[in-house]
């Protein structure tokens, strides 16, 4: 069974820093690509980043482009997204996304908030 | 980037009856669409998307009373004799483009 386990959400203020990490199992992790998407409360989703099976090409959405840095570590079956100068805007729900293009599997998320 | 529009916003539906979701897309994405299905306090979860093909195909697990049709820029999903489980907020998405973006959401409620 896949599974995507987050963590490392929590209270942050603004202008601080988080890392949340994303444990993966059920699956060959270094042959899929995976990609961070958020999702404000009461909110739409929005997809922040991807990063291919080998780590190269990564990609990023504007509104996070120069503060958060996707990586994986692929011994470790591991996704990492560390934000830096997080704004109250980047409150949300953070999944982990297993994807082939479209979206397979979602972890059940982690909860960021950022406040003073 | 593509702007994903869906409509309506909410449909209400009464139990047995068929639902049917519009997305629209600000520019062509063949058919790189997928549709999500979220209930309160979960995860998406992926329904449907589109093959090499040119057909839609359901996720593992996934009712065969959920369809999807479409390409370019006009997209549907239906769903067949609405059971209570199917009572969530659909989401479509395009993976065509960088960024991939979705829609904002169709909440289907119980009329």
């Known amino acids: 069974e896949v599974q995507l386990v987050e963590s490392g959400g929590g209270l942050v203020q603004p202008g601080g820093s988080l890392r949340l990490s994303c444990a993966a199992s059920?699956?060959?992790?270094?042959?899929?690509?995976l990609n961070w998407v958020r999702q404000s409360p009461g909110k739409g989703l929005e997809w922040l980043s991807y990063?291919?099976?080998?780590?190269?090409?990564?990609y990023y959405a504007d509104s996070v482009k120069g503060r958060f840095t996707i990586s994986r570590d692929n011994v470790e079956s591991s996704l990492y997204l560390q934000m830096d100068d997080l704004r109250a805007e980047d409150t949300a729900v953070y999944y982990c996304?297993?994807?082939?293009?479209?979206?397979?599997?979602w972890g059940q998320g982690t909860l960021v908030t950022v406040s003073s | 980037e593509v702007v994903m529009t869906q409509s309506p916003a909410t449909l209400s539906v009464s139990p047995g009856e068929r639902a049917t979701l519009s997305c629209r897309a600000s520019?062509?994405?063949?058919?790189?669409l997928a549709w999500y299905q979220q209930k309160p306090g979960q995860a998406p979860r992926l329904l449907i998307f589109?093959?090499?093909?040119?057909?839609?195909t359901r996720a593992t697990g996934v009712p065969d009373r959920f369809s999807g049709s479409g390409s370019g820029t006009e997209f549907t999903l239906t769903i067949s004799g609405l059971q209570s489980e199917d009572f969530a907020v659909y989401f479509c998405?395009?993976?065509?483009?960088?960024?991939?973006?979705f829609g904002g959401g169709t909440k289907v409620e119980i009329k």
């Open positions: 059920g699956f060959t992790f270094t042959t899929y690509s």
């Open positions: 589109g093959t090499y093909s040119g057909a839609f």
């Open positions: 990063i291919s099976s080998r780590g190269s090409p990564i």
């Open positions: 520019q062509g994405v063949t058919n790189n």
């Open positions: 998405q395009q993976y065509n483009n960088w960024p991939r973006t």
């Open positions: 996304v297993r994807s082939s293009g479209r979206m397979e599997y």
